[in-house]
């Protein structure tokens, strides 16, 4: 199960995933799982769409419902995914999407 260590967390990621028209990450955060090396991968892909599409809208000047900026956020999901991913076996594919970033 992803662990958030806050709930805003999760709020950021699935605010990104509807703005970016993930459905298959939505279920990811539905379930609170990754089932494959397909999904882990869609996971890690998104983090780095996210991280994207969060600066391009805060240079925009897009105001967000949370008090902390993007980055702040992208941080700790980064520690979060990329800890849940390492843990269930999928730490490679991580790596590798880190590397491709």
Do not use: C
């Not at 028209?21 to 998104?46: K, P, W």
């Amino acid at each position: 199960m992803i662990e958030y260590r806050y709930d805003e967390e999760k709020q950021f990621a699935q605010y990104f995933a509807n703005v970016l028209n993930e459905e298959i990450v939505l279920n990811i955060f539905h379930t609170g799982t990754v089932q494959n090396a397909d999904e882990a991968r869609r996971l890690s892909r998104f983090f780095w769409k996210m991280v994207d599409k969060s600066i391009e809208m805060e240079k925009a000047g897009t105001k967000f419902p949370w008090v902390e900026n993007a980055e702040y956020w992208t941080e700790k999901l980064y520690n979060t995914f990329g800890g849940y991913l390492e843990r269930i076996g999928y730490g490679e594919i991580w790596d590798e999407e880190v590397d491709n970033a």
